[in-house]
């Protein structure tokens, strides 16, 4: 309800606040948004593809993202407003409009970001159930949130005329779109996520200090972005020289976060992959999975590989049902982990699921061998 | 995958209030902190005897000046410019004949929206309420700033004028904007 509530009001705001951009620089603000979904598409690809085993639900990932865009832009452009007059009236304007990036918004707008995640998390717990989940929420979140400050900085910063739009393009997409928002979330994301999965593991206060630790390397992730420290970007643009020593700059500020970044989803991968192993080995010789499934199951490579030469073989359609198998097969893990005992209905029932389709699979000409060799084990 | 459940225990509700009570604070703790550092200091300014304008804590007289008469505030590099002339218009000519008279002989290069926001000081006088971006001076120094025109019934028109270097304004627009709805026109 206060998830909702905040993304509708927002809502009125945020459109508001586009009509302005428009009416500012129609051809701008188009060129704009133009530009933002070739970034946004790939990205939003990249995150969801992240979580290999669960694909999280369409609903939530929107929902996500529109609290980043809609609610966390509007809201920090207010908070950032509020507090920047603290800063200004404990150390004078021009304090503020130097230091008020540094001291004030990076919080500001990790809060504001991280309660979106947060409402998510309380809205459907159950679908937070490892850290990956968090980092695809998160990475939303800080997405949406990025490109609407984008289409700001396009419009009033960049001056809105094509030539600006596309060099705002370059110093904040092309150059700046692999760091940023989308990492910051990202981390606090996995905090959350941390938190609510591991209930049953780890005990509160060690749960809490890893939570606070992902948001807190979020949070000086973006306060070294906006500080001076490490500041190596060219003060004024003159020749191509100047416009190279852009992406070194950002790269230079952000390559560590995401470095750090990397190696956590990394960790969190082989968490999985041993959680899957661990929770379907025991289902090997069941109806609902061999063991050459469950080996093609637990390595991304030969899952491409199983669906590649399936396709050679048999075409789209099949490739469609065998991609179904195996989606549902990890299903078969998550329903075995929330089962109360091993005689669950709910069990038995995902079991013939996964034999219907492997008989589905079977009966597509073509298909056969493929689903002779994932299935004679 | 399980359909997605709401909260229903009141522990389940707590940290739902409390992620409300974090945005809330996050939000409109800034204003309310701002607002609790922002008081009077010294004596309210008069400009010709038309208006009066109470300085807040931070702000100082910075001089005089004629034609038309006015006085300056500063505040480090935010600064508020407010002069009174006899005006007979309403708020929004006034404003445009401030910007042709006081405005544009300084500057080389000035922008002005064409939005205007109509306003209500405290004393329930209209005003209207105009932005501008410009180069000023030998130097081109960038400046933005934000003009309130503002007319009372007796004929006095008062603009207040708050500008600082690019970036500045945002940072003093609120003691500028409390500063201005406070004056008192005669």
């Not at chain 1, 390397?217 to 190596?232: I, K």
């Not at chain 1, 075995?336 to 005689?343: H, I, K, P, S």
């Not at chain 2, 002339?85 to 922008?111: I, N, Q």
Request: hydrophobic share 50%; charged share 20%; aromatic share 8%.
């Amino acid at each position: 309800m206060l998830f909702a509530s905040i993304l509708i009001v927002t809502g009125f705001l945020a459109v508001e606040q586009q009509e302005v951009f428009r009416e500012l620089s129609p051809s701008g603000w188009a060129l704009s948004w133009a530009l933002l979904a070739l970034y946004v598409l790939p990205v939003v690809l990249l995150i969801y593809v992240l979580d290999l085993y669960e694909r999280e639900p369409v609903s939530l990932m929107v929902g996500a993202f529109l609290w980043g865009a809609v609610a966390a832009t509007t809201l920090a452009a207010y908070a950032n407003e509020g507090w920047g007059l603290v800063v200004a009236r404990l150390g004078g304007p021009e304090f503020a409009s130097r230091w008020t990036a540094v001291l004030t918004a990076p919080l500001v707008e990790e809060v504001l970001k991280l309660s979106g995640v947060v409402l998510l998390a309380l809205i459907a717990t159950d679908e937070f159930d490892d850290v990956l989940d968090g980092l695809v929420y998160g990475a939303l979140c800080g997405l949406g949130f990025a490109v609407v400050e984008d289409v700001f900085y396009f419009v009033s910063v960049f001056g809105g005329t094509p030539t600006g739009v596309l060099a705002g393009f370059w110093v904040r997409v092309l150059s700046s779109g692999l760091y940023g928002h989308v990492l910051y979330t990202g981390l606090a994301g996995m905090g959350v996520a941390y938190f609510v999965s591991r209930r049953d593991e780890e005990p509160f206060g060690r749960r809490l200090a890893v939570a606070v630790g992902l948001v807190a390397a979020g949070l000086a992730g973006h306060v070294l972005w906006n500080s001076p420290l490490l500041d190596t970007f060219p003060s004024r643009v003159d020749d191509v020289g100047d416009l190279l020593q852009i992406p070194l700059a950002a790269a230079l500020k952000g390559l560590p976060l995401l470095a750090f970044v990397v190696v956590l989803v990394r960790l969190a991968r082989r968490r999985e992959r041993m959680w899957l192993g661990s929770a379907l080995r025991s289902e090997v010789g069941s109806e609902g999975l061999t063991a050459v499934e469950l080996s093609v199951l637990l390595d991304p490579v030969a899952r491409r590989r199983s669906r590649r030469d399936m396709r050679r073989r048999a075409g789209d359609r099949a490739v469609r049902v065998l991609r179904r198998l195996q989606r549902e097969q990890v299903n078969l893990a998550m329903v075995r982990a929330r089962a109360t005992d091993e005689d669950d209905p709910a069990i038995a029932a995902q079991r013939a699921y996964c034999r219907s389709l492997r008989d589905a699979l079977a009966a597509i000409p073509g298909a056969a061998p493929a689903a002779h060799d994932s299935a004679s084990g | 995958m399980s359909a997605p459940k709401l909260p229903r225990s009141g522990a389940a509700l707590l940290p739902t209030v409390v992620v409300a009570v974090t945005i809330g604070a996050v939000v409109f703790g800034g204003y309310a902190v701002g607002g609790a550092l922002s008081r009077p200091a010294g004596p309210p300014v008069g400009v010709a005897g038309a208006v009066a304008i109470q300085p807040l804590s931070g702000w100082e007289p910075a001089g005089r000046f004629d034609e038309p008469a006015g006085v300056r505030l500063t505040r480090g590099a935010g600064n508020l410019d407010v002069v009174a002339v006899p005006f007979t218009g309403d708020a929004e000519a006034l404003a445009g004949e401030y910007v042709r008279t006081v405005l544009e002989p300084g500057a080389e290069r000035l922008s002005v929206s064409r939005r205007v926001e109509h306003v209500r000081t405290a004393s329930g006088l209209p005003g209207a309420r105009i932005a501008y971006v410009g180069l000023f001076g030998r130097a081109l120094t960038p400046i933005e700033g934000e003009i309130t025109a503002i007319v009372s019934p007796s004929g006095v028109g008062v603009v207040t004028d708050g500008w600082g270097p690019e970036g500045v304004l945002r940072y003093i627009r609120g003691d500028v904007r409390a500063m201005t709805d406070a004056a008192e026109v005669a």
